[in-house]
């Protein structure tokens, strides 16, 4: 097993060989000595972004961008900690959010590289899982409205972020939307896609612009402690439908390992470790442990033959499932 000692690019001098700071400086932090010392930060309500609970982990941090974190220490020469952060102090309503900017932490952990505002802010790890995070509009209103006069409620801090929804194609019409008006939630649980899911149920919104997977992944089960209104997303494909679904022109990537302040030269040093490990063994076990298969990137460990298209990355116009199933298909011209 080939082990990278990283500061710069491939090829470049290694960090124990190099005088100076081996990762860029935290206020308060002791950097490394003989090796980049990263601290990587996510918060812990999501499907892949949570806290763990024993076997797993003690409640500390969990998920698959925190497996792959501690996975790159296999193939590299570097210290990783992850610790807990609220996504609003990551990325907030458009910009760049205050731990971040404090440099609480060097990056938080799964974001997806969209277009837009978040290019202008942030620089971005390449992705450990392949460009799958389609957006969709969840609505009563059929997939051949423009929104023209509508009012679509963003899931703020999340991708997509609300400014990419004029970059992405109606797949039924095959024109961009327009004439629309982004609105923020009219309430506040502390989580934003169960926030901005009230505001369309509450008759405030038209639409929602969100990924078009998060209805599923926000489908409760046992074992879980989800803080979101599982009565009311049991309500997909009978209260709320997508009527748009496969839409990527929002994103540059996909899921990436960290997000980090422009500038910061974090990618440079994590981007080596990222591409050796997305070969390894342990990159295909953990993302057989999330269910994640489908969306990592494939290497001489995964299964042959396995290129399923899910249903939330088709296009509209390709499906064959009904709104009752949660994904409508274009309406009959």
């Known amino acids: 097993m080939f082990r990278l000692a990283v500061l710069g690019a491939l090829g470049g001098a290694s960090a124990s060989g190099m005088c100076g700071p081996k990762e860029p ?16 930060g996510q918060d812990g309500d999501g499907a892949n972004a949570y806290l763990g609970v024993p076997p797993e982990s003690d409640f500390d941090v ?24 609220r996504w609003g102090d990551c990325w907030d309503n458009g910009a760049i959010g205050a731990g971040l900017a404090a440099g609480e932490v060097h990056g938080c952990m799964t974001y997806t590289h969209t277009h837009g505002a978040r290019t202008r802010w942030m620089e971005f790890s390449d992705g450990i899982l392949s460009n799958n995070k ?33 970059l992405v194609e109606n797949k039924c019409t095959k024109s961009r939307f327009t004439g629309f008006t982004i609105v923020n939630p009219t309430v506040s649980t502390g989580n934003a896609n169960q926030d901005a899911l009230t505001t369309l149920m509450n008759g405030d919104a038209d639409a929602m612009w969100v990924y078009a997977d998060q209805a599923k992944n926000y489908q409760c089960t046992d074992g879980m402690t989800p803080n979101w209104d599982c009565t009311m997303w049991a309500g997909f494909g009978t209260t709320f439908a997508y009527i748009q679904t496969g839409l990527f022109g929002h994103a540059k990537g996909g899921t990436t390992l960290a997000m980090s302040k422009k500038g910061s030269g974090l990618a440079s040093i994590l981007n080596p470790c990222i591409a050796l490990f997305k070969e390894t063994k342990s990159y295909y076990d953990i993302c057989v442990k999330h269910d994640m298969v489908a969306s990592c990137f494939q290497n001489s460990h995964f299964p042959a033959g396995d290129n399923t298209t899910l249903v939330y990355e088709t296009p509209t116009d390709q499906l064959t499932t009904t709104c009752a199933q949660g994904y409508c298909p274009c309406p009959a011209v």
Do not use: F, Q
Not at 25 to 40: C, F, N, R, V, W
Not at 62 to 85: F, P, R, S, Y
């Open 62 to 85: 969990a998920g698959i961008g925190h497996d792959i974190a501690h996975g790159l220490k296999e193939v590299c020469d570097i210290d990783i900690i992850t610790a807990e952060m």
């Open 25 to 40: 400086p935290l206020p308060g932090i002791m950097g490394g000595k003989d090796k980049p010392k990263i601290i990587l």
């Open 134 to 166: 389609p957006a969709g509009r969840e609505t009563a209103y059929n997939g051949a409205s423009d929104l023209n006069g509508l009012k679509v409620v963003d899931v703020v801090g999340w991708a997509p972020t609300a400014d990419t929804l004029a």
